[in-house]
């Protein structure tokens, strides 16, 4: 545990440091410790309004299109979400805007001094939003789950809403390793007699079950509302409205629908109109984010003949859906330059892409949970023996090669980790 003591006037890399080794255990589940910190803080209430967010993928898309609806209707909007790809500041936005380094730097002063337990690094910064939120006089908080639900430090928050966006098998240590008892984990959020929105089709019985006990009012896909592509626009439907040639979402699409799901079950008067603008608007870094031509204005080695493709996916159900997207896209070769976490199950990331990819670039990645190079093309060439790859020290090391060797019509797709997707846009700010 961390006994040094810090001030307003270190500076926020200094107190992330400090927050990393505040307490014996990096994730350490559970909400007895911050809920008590919570209550003595008064921050259990950041809002009139609140929204949590759980799921294994497609949580901080829906939490931006939902924030992006939410400020047309007038109203004022914090959202909480992790992890960052750059900068920390990053997981907070208050209306649309990150806040400067000493909003953090005072939030984090004050806890530490009134703090009356040991906290992680996630507990800190979840504390330090709710604290954030609650000064700015917001309408509404939107939460991303963390990790799970029923154990995560934003449940010390009663949502007025909870939304589950898709189910898979992810942090098995940590939320088992089937569907059901994942969803179980996810549907903790969930509060009894408030709506609960079920964005994955495959809904596992155990979220149903617990929707039932609680009373909850279940607003679920495929059941109770649905969408579809046709013709180029996106259609959504439930047994009371309909939504008719909308335009396509910058977003995933089923997070779009489940977004939309969301803001008609909320008591805000949410029109066709404002999902509409919202549909056009709300996107993601690193979300399959093709990147343009302003994107590398700055950079000032060669410049990429190819397209360059950066996603975040770090796990089998996002490698899916990224496999789907590029399948729809791909002209010529693909060459990834791909890495993950050492905890990550790098087979099921691997093998929905294996034969959509041509070539494999591993790198390492400098970070807490990072493996090297050499151990991701293990693993890989183990999972993909017929895979052609190789290794790199970083991102660093391969980028300027591929960029000179890609054709046109190629793709350059940088993926696998928060991590991987954050040390290349360094690299192209360097």
């Not at 909007?77 to 730097?105: C, F, K, M, T």
């Not at 080695?301 to 996916?313: R, S, T």
């Amino acid at each position: 545990m961390n006994s040094k003591t810090l001030s307003r006037a270190d500076n926020l890399q200094t107190w992330l440091d400090y927050l990393e080794h505040g307490h014996f255990k990096a994730i350490d589940m559970g909400l007895e410790r911050i809920k008590s910190v919570a209550s003595n803080l008064d921050l259990l209430n950041p809002a009139p309004y609140v929204i949590t967010v759980a799921g294994t993928n497609g949580k901080g898309s829906t939490c931006r299109f939902l924030e992006v609806a939410l400020m047309k209707l007038g109203l004022k909007v914090g959202v909480y979400s992790s992890p960052h790809l750059i900068r920390y500041n990053e997981r907070v936005r208050i209306n649309g805007r990150l806040l400067d380094d000493q909003a953090h730097i005072d939030s984090f002063a004050e806890i530490d001094q009134k703090k009356t337990a040991s906290l992680t690094y996630f507990e800190f910064s979840t504390l330090s939003a709710l604290k954030l939120f609650k000064e700015a006089n917001l309408d509404v908080v939107i939460l991303e789950v963390g990790l799970g639900g029923r154990l995560d430090a934003t449940n010390i928050v009663d949502p007025n809403l909870a939304v589950i966006t898709s189910i898979d098998i992810d942090h098995v240590a940590f939320l088992g390793d089937n569907r059901e008892d994942i969803g179980r984990e996810k549907a903790g959020i969930f509060r009894a007699n408030i709506p609960v929105i079920i964005g994955e089709p495959d809904c596992p019985q155990s979220i149903l079950a617990i929707a039932q006990e609680l009373n909850s009012q279940k607003f679920q896909r495929n059941v109770d509302w649905q969408y579809e592509v046709k013709d180029g626009a996106f259609y959504w439907q439930s047994q009371t409205q309909q939504f008719n040639t909308l335009p396509m979402p910058l977003i995933p699409i089923p997070n779009a629908g489940t977004a939309i799901a969301t803001l008609l079950k909320t008591p805000f008067n949410v029109s066709e109109q404002v999902i509409r603008e919202t549909l056009q608007e709300a996107q993601m870094t690193g979300r399959f984010q093709q990147l343009q031509a302003a994107d590398f204005a700055h950079f000032s080695g060669h410049k990429p003949k190819a397209q360059v493709i950066i996603d975040v996916g770090h796990n089998p159900h996002a490698a899916r859906y990224l496999a789907e997207r590029l399948q729809a896209v791909k002209k010529a070769k693909i060459f990834a330059i791909f890495s993950c976490l050492e905890d990550k199950e790098l087979s099921g990331i691997v093998q929905p892409l294996a034969g959509i990819i041509d070539e494999w670039h591993c790198v390492g990645l400098d970070c807490w949970r990072g493996q090297s190079g050499q151990a991701v093309y293990d693993k890989l060439v183990n999972c993909l023996p017929n895979a052609t790859a190789c290794v790199y020290e970083n991102v660093d090391a391969i980028a300027p090669m591929l960029f000179e060797q890609a054709e046109r019509k190629d793709i350059i797709l940088v993926f696998g980790s928060f991590h991987t997707v954050a040390d290349f846009v360094l690299y192209l700010e360097k």
